[in-house]
């Protein structure tokens, strides 16, 4: 396994337009994380999954983002009607129910979102 | 709700050691973890305390006091490559969520 997989690593979209993300976490954890991150500032937490039910969505949350996790394997997260303050980098991350560092999170390497 | 709140930047000396300190709130309390981010590259985990005291990994240590609210990481024998961003962040027990708040970060830059 060769840890946590983001796709595709940047995007460039128009002001208006919809984009999806997509996110393999490390096969055998089943807690997955999305995070929003902009420069200087720390992951803000979106929304996360344990096996495919979402679990908490964060309150500062737009509607126009939505997350899903079916068969509770790869995640995607899309983001409708893009504005320019949605520029920023998506973070995936997942962990293990159980393990002694359930709170080590395993990230992936983002996707990065420029909103033209 | 939680806050966190740690220095913006830290600059130190190669060889030389550094402290970097997290202060939070939160309604309760469920262990202090600490990652490293490298410009361009993806959070990585370091460090988590649950209880009161020190915890060591080589050349990487983190301290908790739960009655402070409070910890810190500790680096020593800094290297050039520790140049990075540090990010505590804290589980808030009371809600029973497995989420982690991060705070907003520390740029650490070790000089030659």
């Known amino acids: 396994?060769?840890?946590v997989s983001q796709n595709p690593r940047h995007k460039i979209t128009k002001r208006g337009q919809n984009v999806t993300f997509r996110c393999d976490p490390i096969s055998e954890h089943n807690r997955l994380y999305w995070y929003r991150q902009t420069l200087?500032?720390?992951?803000?937490?979106?929304?996360?999954f344990q096996n495919e039910a979402q679990l908490e969505?964060?309150?500062?949350?737009?509607?126009r983002f939505s997350a899903e996790r079916p068969k509770g394997s790869f995640s995607t997260l899309e983001i409708q009607r893009t504005e320019q303050g949605d520029s920023a980098m998506y973070l995936c991350a997942s962990s293990f129910k159980g393990a002694r560092f359930d709170y080590g999170?395993?990230?992936?390497?983002?996707?990065?979102?420029?909103?033209? | 709700?939680?806050?966190?709140?740690?220095p913006s930047e830290?600059?130190?000396?190669?060889?030389?050691?550094?402290?970097?300190?997290?202060?939070?709130?939160?309604?309760?309390f469920y262990g202090l973890s600490w990652y490293q981010q490298h410009d361009g590259g993806a959070p990585t985990f370091l460090s988590y305390n649950a209880l009161d005291g020190l915890e060591e990994?080589?050349?990487?240590?983190?301290?908790?006091?739960r009655s402070d609210s409070y910890g810190y990481l500790l680096l020593q024998e800094l290297q050039m490559k520790d140049s990075a961003s540090y990010f505590c962040a804290v589980r808030d027990?009371?809600?029973?969520s497995y989420k982690l708040i991060f705070g907003s970060g520390t740029r650490l830059l070790v000089r030659p």
């Open chain 1, 1 to 3: 396994d060769t840890g």
């Open chain 1, 40 to 48: 200087g500032q720390g992951p803000e937490f979106l929304t996360y």
């Open chain 1, 57 to 63: 969505k964060s309150r500062l949350l737009s509607d």
């Open chain 1, 105 to 116: 999170y395993t990230f992936g390497s983002g996707t990065r979102l420029t909103v033209v």
């Open chain 2, 1 to 6: 709700g939680q806050s966190l709140e740690q």
């Open chain 2, 10 to 28: 830290v600059t130190a000396v190669e060889g030389a050691i550094v402290q970097i300190n997290c202060t939070y709130q939160t309604s309760g």
């Open chain 2, 57 to 65: 990994t080589g050349r990487f240590s983190s301290f908790l006091s």
């Open chain 2, 93 to 96: 027990r009371m809600d029973s």
